[in-house]
């Protein structure tokens, strides 16, 4: 409990907090990671690896297989955001949160109420038609069959997630960059900050307070001021009960 209590106290004297997380913020919402033993990427899918399925060069070579995945492994219409995602809405309604950088897709910090959102890695939330640009949700794709074909002009209908092998959006680098870079204090949970270019957001950090929350080691935990190596939605629902 002591270094939950020094976590509480950090985060209450801060006015400039930025929260960096990945897929373990959602994992009490009963969305997978992807990399730990029981995650995305430890299955078969019709016997192929996941990871090489999540490539826009599989997009384009198999897309019927690539959108069975998606919609089968990546959408999740009946997760609610968890304690950690309250959390941050209660930090940025008190205008102490200056941004959440986020490397998962499934938008629960916005189903929370959360604006000041920068998703490195897109949104399933968010598909676009590939020729002529309309937009559909993520239950407009989940309902859909086969390789999705635009309502308006018959284009085939690309979710709007960062795959392996696309650049990251260069306004949403640039927003979550600068605030990093002016923060005080920046909180990792949830993430191992094994995938880049992600990972290398935590370099443009010059504030006071840097904080850790992950099960596993991170490459900023030397840095760190303070880490807590516990379940992240039991230490998140401590800060919101307290």
């Given at each position: 409990m002591q270094k939950r209590d020094e976590l509480k106290r950090i985060l209450d004297a801060s006015r400039r907090i930025v929260f960096f997380g990945g897929a373990g913020v959602s994992a009490a919402s009963g969305i997978p990671d992807f990399r730990s033993d029981s995650g995305l990427y430890a299955r078969d899918f019709e016997g192929l690896d996941p990871e090489m399925i999540l490539s826009v060069s599989f997009f384009y070579l198999d897309p019927e297989t690539f959108f069975r995945f998606y919609r089968q492994m990546l959408l999740h219409p009946e997760a609610k955001p968890n304690s950690c995602h309250r959390y941050l809405y209660t930090l940025e309604k008190e205008d102490r949160l200056r941004g959440i950088v986020t490397q998962n897709v499934d938008g629960l910090h916005q189903a929370a109420g959360n604006i000041r959102v920068y998703e490195l890695h897109g949104s399933v939330h968010e598909n676009v038609c590939m020729d002529c640009g309309e937009r559909y949700d993520m239950m407009w794709m989940l309902h859909s069959?086969?390789?999705?074909?635009?309502?308006?002009?018959?284009?085939?209908?690309?979710?709007?997630?960062?795959?392996?092998?696309?650049?990251?959006?260069?306004?949403?680098?640039?927003?979550?960059?600068?605030?990093?870079?002016?923060?005080?204090?920046?909180?990792?949970?949830?993430?191992?900050?094994?995938?880049?270019?992600?990972?290398?957001?935590?370099?443009?950090?010059?504030?006071?307070?840097?904080?850790?929350?992950?099960?596993?080691?991170?490459?900023a935990d030397d840095m760190a001021e303070l880490v807590l190596r516990e379940d992240l939605e039991q230490v998140m629902s401590f800060l919101e009960k307290n």
């Amino acid at each position: 409990m002591q270094k939950r209590d020094e976590l509480k106290r950090i985060l209450d004297a801060s006015r400039r907090i930025v929260f960096f997380g990945g897929a373990g913020v959602s994992a009490a919402s009963g969305i997978p990671d992807f990399r730990s033993d029981s995650g995305l990427y430890a299955r078969d899918f019709e016997g192929l690896d996941p990871e090489m399925i999540l490539s826009v060069s599989f997009f384009y070579l198999d897309p019927e297989t690539f959108f069975r995945f998606y919609r089968q492994m990546l959408l999740h219409p009946e997760a609610k955001p968890n304690s950690c995602h309250r959390y941050l809405y209660t930090l940025e309604k008190e205008d102490r949160l200056r941004g959440i950088v986020t490397q998962n897709v499934d938008g629960l910090h916005q189903a929370a109420g959360n604006i000041r959102v920068y998703e490195l890695h897109g949104s399933v939330h968010e598909n676009v038609c590939m020729d002529c640009g309309e937009r559909y949700d993520m239950m407009w794709m989940l309902h859909s069959a086969g390789i999705p074909r635009c309502e308006r002009c018959g284009g085939v209908v690309k979710p709007g997630i960062v795959l392996y092998g696309e650049s990251l959006n260069p306004y949403t680098c640039m927003g979550a960059d600068r605030e990093i870079s002016q923060c005080d204090t920046l909180l990792i949970a949830g993430t191992s900050l094994q995938v880049e270019p992600a990972a290398s957001f935590l370099h443009s950090f010059r504030g006071s307070h840097l904080l850790v929350i992950n099960r596993d080691a991170t490459p900023a935990d030397d840095m760190a001021e303070l880490v807590l190596r516990e379940d992240l939605e039991q230490v998140m629902s401590f800060l919101e009960k307290n």
